[in-house]
């Protein structure tokens, strides 16, 4: 055996059923066909199920896309890519059949071509190929059209899928033992992931949908954790389907229902759930009642003898149309009344395709069931009009025909899925409701009163008892944070004393500033200093020279005098915060300086000169912050063999690299100490260690599936220094081309559309979880991917636009968002919600950061249904938060707290200011006895949440024109 393209080979098994194949050729159970041609294109690669894809999983246990297998009585070509005769070569060793393997080139291969006719027309004198076709999809591409056509001309094709759906009806040993493994998978999935399940939903009454509901149990599928149970790989385990949950009075038996995003209707809940394993499919599927009527039941059992009359018809030698009309006659003797409510066939055969169509047991299906073949049964009735309205009755078991007598209860059936039971105590639940009994008195009051009372006590003492568990978590957080605060005061000092004003100088001394600029000097012109960012002004005959920094700004006016005024004003206190230190003399500041002139034109020149050295020294600054951000990375280590490194092609990245080319896409790789993206000639490196965050969103709700990458220290992509980090790919149609939306496409048409942006996004899904499963095996679980949840999501206004907020394990984000929004919970010391009054219909959510010399992060306009939610998520993650009704001067208090730490914590801390739940309800009753004490009072930090701006400190005095001319 060889492990290749992640599938296990079994030569010997491939050769012993080429040989088959040839055999039943040469012994014409393939009709007048001296040839069979199966072909997979690659556009038909993604498809699941079909004839074609059946053979090729059956010959060698994988699909092979852009490949033909010929087979005729006597030869075997295998006509594909270098790289897959490597892979598969093997198998003409010790063969039965003549095996050629022909290379397929990516230009040419008329040469190719010639020989496999050559090859056919020495093996067989028939003229009919019979041909594997899949007929909704038959976009062959350039290589199999081409052997089609050459083909064509020699030859009479016939269609050979039901010829080949009759050959690989029958299943020999190891195909039953992958069919029994598959049937046990769905059986346990269906007991312990379903009903369990569905009955804790029900006692809780939670609401769930339809389309919720099966997604979950599609994803416990897929990761296979049950398969140890039963001592499989979990690697060979997938769905057939999405499990398939239909409740309230819509139901239907077709396997191709879809889910609804209705919730759950706990009356009558039909569900069906199917396992593939290593490409053998499985169904089971039971109806669930939960306090059911009389009539409910008497249909449940009639339906289990319905089962069992089937199972009696179905045996060998039987035609299957024979089968059913004994099913119907069956229920037309005993039931009459049901008989309009019963489905036009009662299942089909199954194996590596999940349903057969050639094999249906229906009324005119002729065909006949032979040993050894295993059907999925379904049999049901729907539309059914009971007590409490509408409701359906499905029963869905695999089966396996075996020899008469030999199987369960003396019948020729033996049911793959008997772990999964069906007796009425199975399928039916009590659920008991406390209600209070309210007398005609008390009902009569109620009215009165406006309202009925509440029925649910125990819904409403559970919500008070999570309430006060909640408070009392809150109280004690508020404790150990004020606790902290208050051991930290020794550590703690004022911005003040540790921070030292920054002092730009221009020139050394007064005789530097002579030789350097000795004629300005003399001449008193106004000049500007590039290369210092320096504007030098004759002022009382001196030439003074100011750094652009302290200059506000500057402007030219004429006068009707003739002369011009430049006026240039500087940055003084109530502009810019700058004050005097403790003990220091008052300061006096020059606020603007004016300079006449007859020459207008000299006057403008030196205006724009200094806006221009003002631009340049804006620029140099960001520069220097953009340098001092970087932190050197250490370099990429590669992997040793590219080739088996994970990868993931055609990814758009955000923020964008290089030439921005629409469609343009480049390649994810994950090495040994970091991920490399590369997209024309351009490469962004991001190493592990440098990694926050890491986010993997599917594209459940969205037309994008992504991987975000929230970093330590910012990266440069371009000339800007970058945070976050996006790779995606679209899954949806981003953009609608209005003249393709013209053309009305039929139902069918959309159908088709839907399944196929179904398969794609889970292809997508697939490609993507592998890829981040290796990056966390990679990097030794230094990084640890979360996903957003949608369904604990709200909207919020954190910036400019509303968005949809999702929480993570570690984290608030908005991904989809341009820029993206990621907040940190550790990175938060508490959260308060403005205007939560009782009649308001949104809320505002204030984050304040344990560094208080960064910003508040505010997310405004919250509906308030959210807000107890929110209370209780931040509560499981050990944040503090309070509430009021009126804002708070954020900047104002923040910049206050940061620089006199000391006094703040002193005076109480985040309680004096925006008090906790608790510490509210400890202060309520309590008497203000010291109002008179209020004649001379202080300025705390609890005067800081004030919305009063008219502060001396921060507003900007008017000028006079009198104090002007003084200047």
């Not at 007048?32 to 010959?59: E, M, R």
């Not at 093997?90 to 496999?116: P, T």
Request: charged residues 30%.
């Amino acid at each position: 055996k060889i492990i290749g393209m992640s599938v296990e080979i079994d030569f010997e098994l491939s050769r012993s059923r080429i040989t088959a194949v040839c055999e039943a050729i040469k012994n014409g159970k393939f009709g007048d066909n001296g040839c069979v041609v199966c072909t997979i294109s690659k556009a038909q690669g993604d498809i699941t199920y079909s004839t074609p894809h059946s053979l090729c999983l059956w010959l060698f246990g994988y699909a092979l896309s852009e490949t033909a297998l010929i087979f005729t009585a006597t030869d075997f070509i295998f006509f594909a890519s270098a790289k897959k005769i490597g892979l598969f070569e093997e198998v003409k060793e010790g063969c039965a059949i003549n095996c050629h393997f022909l290379q397929r080139e990516k230009s040419n291969n008329s040469a190719g071509i010639a020989s496999a006719l050559d090859i056919i027309g020495n093996s067989s004198s028939s003229k009919k190929i019979g041909f594997l076709s899949i007929k909704k999809h038959n976009e062959n591409g350039a290589f199999i059209g081409s052997l089609f056509s050459a083909l064509d001309e020699k030859f009479e094709r016939t269609d050979a899928n039901g010829l080949v759906s009759d050959f690989l009806a029958v299943k020999d040993n190891v195909e039953m033992e992958n069919m029994k493994s598959a049937s046990a998978l769905s059986s346990i999935y269906f007991n312990k992931d379903f009903k369990n399940s569905l009955k804790k939903f029900a006692a809780e009454s939670e609401r769930v949908s339809h389309e919720l509901y099966g997604d979950t149990l599609e994803s416990k599928i897929a990761q296979g954790k049950r398969a140890k149970e039963k001592k499989l790989s979990a690697d060979e385990v997938e769905t057939c389907f999405v499990p398939i949950i239909q409740s309230g009075s819509h139901f239907s038996l077709k396997p191709s229902a879809n889910n609804t995003d209705e919730n759950l209707s706990f009356r009558v809940v039909m569900g069906t759930l199917g396992c593939r394993y290593k490409s053998y499919c499985s169904d089971v599927g039971r109806t669930f009642f939960f306090n059911p009527s009389k009539d409910e039941e008497e249909n449940f059992k009639f339906q289990l003898e319905v089962v069992k009359h089937l199972f009696k018809e179905l045996k060998p030698g039987a035609k299957l149309c024979d089968v059913y009309n004994s099913v119907v006659a069956f229920v037309e003797e005993n039931r009459f009344d049901l008989k309009d409510n019963l489905p036009n066939n009662f299942g089909f055969l199954s194996g590596i395709n999940f349903r057969d169509s050639n094999y249906s047991i229906k009324a005119n299906n002729e065909k006949v069931v032979r040993e050894d073949m295993v059907f999925i049964i379904i049999v049901g009735f729907t539309n059914i009009d009971g007590d409490h309205g509408t409701y359906g009755l499905q029963h869905i078991d695999t089966v396996r025909v075996c020899k008469e007598g030999e199987g369960d209860d003396n019948t020729s059936v033996e049911v793959l899925t008997k772990d999964c039971k069906s007796a009425w105590e199975f399928c039916s639940f009590k659920i008991e409701k406390e209600e209070e009994e309210v007398n005609e008195e008390e009902l009569q009051r109620t009215l009165e009163e406006g309202g009925f009372a509440k029925r649910d006590r125990h819904a409403a003492e559970s919500f008070r008892r999570k309430e006060a568990d909640r408070r009392e978590h809150q109280r004690m957080l508020v404790l150990e944070a004020q606790k902290a605060l208050e051991d930290s005061l020794d550590t703690i000092e004022d911005d003040d004393e540790n921070n030292e004003e920054k002092q730009i100088r221009l020139f050394k001394n007064e005789r530097s500033f002579i030789q350097k600029m000795g004629k300005v000097v003399k001449k008193l012109h106004v000049v500007v200093h590039m290369d210092k960012y320096a504007v030098i002004l004759p002022i009382f005959g001196m030439a003074v020279p100011f750094h652009v920094s302290v200059i506000k700004n500057a402007s030219v006016s004429d006068e009707d005098s003739g002369y011009s005024t430049l006026r240039v004003n500087f940055n003084t206190p109530g502009i810019t915060a700058i004050q005097s230190k403790a003990g220091e003399n008052v300061r006096t500041f020059l606020r603007s300086v004016n300079i006449r002139s007859k020459g207008k034109r000299s006057l403008s020149n030196a205006l724009d000169l200094i806006k221009q050295v003002q631009a340049k020294h804006k620029d140099f600054m960001k520069e220097m912050k953009t340098r001092e951000a970087i932190v050197e990375q250490a370099p990429l280590r590669l992997n040793d063999n590219s080739k088996n490194s994970l990868k993931l092609r055609n990814l758009f990245i955000r923020p964008s690299v290089g030439r921005t080319r629409k469609n343009e896409t480049g390649l994810l790789e994950a090495h040994k100490n970091g991920i490399r993206y590369k997209k024309s000639g351009v490469e962004v490196d991001i190493l592990y260690s440098n990694i926050r965050h890491a986010f993997f969103q599917p594209a459940d709700k969205e037309v994008i599936i992504l991987l975000h990458f929230h970093l330590k220290n910012p990266i440069l992509i371009g000339k800007k220094l970058q945070k976050d980090i996006m790779f995606y790919s679209e899954v949806g149609e981003v953009q609608t081309d209005l003249n393709q939306a013209r053309h009305h496409r039929t139902e069918r048409e959309e159908y088709e559309a839907e399944m196929r942006e179904k398969k794609l996004r889970k292809h997508k899904k697939e490609l993507f979880k592998a890829f981040f499963k290796g990056m966390e095996k990679l990097s030794k679980n230094q990084i640890e991917f979360e996903v957003p949840s949608y369904k604990l999501g709200f909207l919020g206004v954190p910036t400019r636009q509303t968005i949809r907020i999702r929480p993570t394990r570690s984290c608030l984000v908005c991904l989809t968002d341009i820029p993206p929004f990621v907040l940190t919970i550790a990175d938060i010391e508490r959260v308060h919600f403005e205007r939560t009054g009782f009649k308001t219909r949104n809320f505002d959510m204030v984050c304040i950061f344990k560094d208080y010399t960064k910003k508040v992060q505010t997310i405004n306009q919250i509906p308030i249904a959210n807000l107890e939610a929110i209370k209780s998520w931040l509560d499981d993650r050990n944040i503090i938060f309070s509430e009021g009704d009126i804002g708070v001067n954020w900047d104002k208090t923040m910049k206050k707290i940061a620089k006199h730490r000391v006094e703040f914590v002193r005076e109480g801390g985040w309680e004096s200011i925006i008090p906790s739940e608790h510490t509210i309800e400890e202060e309520i009753g309590e008497e203000a006895e010291d109002e008179e004490d209020e004649e001379d009072p202080e300025v705390t930090f609890s005067d800081y949440g004030s919305e009063d701006y008219s502060s001396d400190e921060y507003a900007e005095d008017d000028i006079s024109e009198e104090e002007e001319e003084e200047e």
